[in-house]
């Protein structure tokens, strides 16, 4: 997922075109080996990251300017803290996988346009001081990244746990599986909620037609033409929620919706 959003999205694949190590992780942008100063005016390499603002397979305008980093306190060619950008120096996990140390704060007037205006601009201020130490170090080393790990139980980035700051929570629930007895209105709505979390499967039961009347309690809107077809409600549901979810016979890593029609006992 994350090489193709990178390849479809312009301002990440120029990112990365221009040689900047870009990885997309947990709904979240990051750009490696960023050269930076330390107090002892030491030249390190550290990580910026975003979060992510998608529409669909494709980056948004980012909705916000800060940026965190992965590494000691940038400073100038001095060994002075780059105040100017400094948001907050405290330790904060993004997600399951991502712990950053600090965040920082630099808003152009007229905000960011892309995620290459926001990620080259934090990585010239914090190469610039390392850049004038060793001529020899910049951010865009073309240094190879490991491939994808693998791809999510959904179908695109869940960037709204990141951006509200739950990803790692969200991800205490990968390894359940859920049963959803009855799709009436209760079961059609928890079935919502819970498609929307990276539980690994959905086993949904319900024998029943979805009819007019069930159009009335169930979430979406369904079309004239659906409720002629009068499908089972475990087929109308499936349809819609596959386009979130991906549906695999690989149980135990993906997240399935099952029809079962025939329940005994």
């Known amino acids: 997922m994350s090489q193709q959003l990178i390849s479809r999205s312009s301002d990440l694949k120029k990112l990365r075109d221009e040689g900047y190590t870009v990885e997309v992780r947990d ?66 996990q993004l997600s399951e996988h991502i712990w950053v140390s600090r965040a920082f704060s630099s808003k152009p007037p007229e905000g960011y346009r892309d995620y290459h205006h926001k990620m080259s601009t934090y990585a010239s201020i914090l190469s610039g001081p390392a850049e004038a130490i060793d001529v020899s170090v910049t951010p865009k080393s073309f240094v190879a990244i490991k491939a994808d790990a693998p791809d999510s139980v959904h179908n695109y980035v869940d960037t709204a746990s990141s951006r509200a700051g739950i990803h790692r929570l969200s991800a205490k629930l990968t390894d359940e599986v859920v049963a959803i007895i009855g799709a009436g209105g209760t079961g059609a709505y928890t079935l919502d909620l819970v498609a929307k979390t990276p539980v690994k499967e959905i086993r949904l039961f319900d024998r029943d037609k979805f009819l007019q009347h069930n159009a009335f309690r169930a979430p979406g809107a369904p079309t004239l033409a659906t409720l002629r077809r009068s499908p089972t409600k475990v087929s109308y549901l499936r349809k819609i929620y596959s386009a979130m979810h991906r549906i695999s016979r690989h149980m135990l890593d993906t997240c399935q919706i099952r029809q079962l029609t025939n329940l005994r006992g």
């Open 27 to 92: 709904g979240h942008l990051l750009i490696h080996n960023v050269p930076y100063v330390n107090s002892q005016r030491e030249v390190k390499l550290g990580t910026l990251v975003s979060t992510l603002c998608l529409a669909g397979d494709v980056t948004h305008r980012p909705d916000t300017h800060v940026a965190y980093f992965i590494g000691e306190a940038p400073c100038t060619v001095t060994g002075v803290p780059i105040a100017q950008i400094t948001l907050s120096d405290s330790p904060a």
